[in-house]
């Protein structure tokens, strides 16, 4: 079993950044693709970006790119989401997941993770 634990939200303002980081602890030679979403109030859950540790693919959500990245230490069993020219839209509760290998035309399905962080509070004012 692996456990994910993010950090790194906050309150921000609209145009400033946060970095956010998920470590992941336990059976972690089971990481095989990590992603992130987020769930802003009265919303359903969406997908924001992943990567996939094998080869470094990448992925994002339209509205993310260009001001999201995603990146992975491995040594660390960590990944990182930084948040770039943040806007109010950003705002929500960001989790990061964890599966195994996914192939491209499914890895921005939340159903395909299979371990799941606490989630951590973003919030941009304008």
């Known amino acids: 079993q692996v456990q994910l634990v993010e950090s790194g939200g906050g309150l921000v303002q609209a145009g400033g950044s946060l970095r956010l980081s998920c470590a992941a602890s336990g059976r972690t030679f089971s990481i095989y693709t990590m992603g992130w979403f987020r769930q802003a109030p009265g919303k359903e859950r969406e997908f924001v970006a992943a990567?996939?540790?094998?080869?470094?693919?990448?992925t994002y959500t339209d509205p993310v790119k260009g001001r999201f990245t995603i990146s992975r230490d491995n040594a660390k069993n960590t990944v990182y989401l930084q948040l770039n020219s943040l806007k109010p839209d950003d705002t929500a509760i960001y989790y990061c997941a964890l599966g195994p290998w996914i192939i491209t035309t499914t890895i921005r399905d939340a159903g395909q993770y299979s371990s799941w962080g606490q989630g951590t509070q973003v919030t941009v004012s304008s």
């Open positions: 990567i996939r540790w094998s080869d470094g693919y990448e």
